[in-house]
Nanobody, 124 residues
């Protein structure tokens, strides 16, 4: 069973940075899209950023200019670099993937594999 394992969460002050990592136990090439979601207490899970197997990216408006998603195919890992963090970025961050080899665009993406999540807390 292929798994996604997140790391890199933690406590940071407002204005600080964190880099989240998501490593797959299988080949990253078996995913057409990999993405990062977040869920804050009492709120719905929302997409933060996603990257296709061809390198196309998609960002939530709330993080544009502050976050960068990237992938290292050799390490089977996707990263989310988050800068200028705000208290409202506090959430559990989940890595997700759409299994498949062909990227057919951003709408819709069927994320069918999820990681366990990593907590990000931004203090004011």
């Amino acid at each position: 069973q292929v798994q996604l394992v997140e790391s890199g969460g933690g406590l940071v002050q407002a204005g600080g940075s964190l880099r989240l990592s998501c490593t797959t136990s299988g080949s990253i090439f078996s995913f057409s899209v990999m993405g990062w979601f977040r869920q804050a207490p009492g709120k719905q899970r929302e997409l933060v950023a996603a990257i296709s197997n061809g390198g196309s990216t998609n960002y939530a408006d709330s993080v544009k200019g502050r976050c960068t998603i990237s992938r290292d195919n050799a390490k089977n890992t996707v990263y989310l670099q988050m800068n200028s963090l705000k208290p409202e970025d506090t959430a559990v961050y989940y890595c997700a993937a759409e299994q498949g080899y062909i990227f057919t665009g951003w709408k819709p993406v069927h994320y069918n594999l999820w990681g366990q999540g990593t907590q990000v807390t931004v203090s004011s």
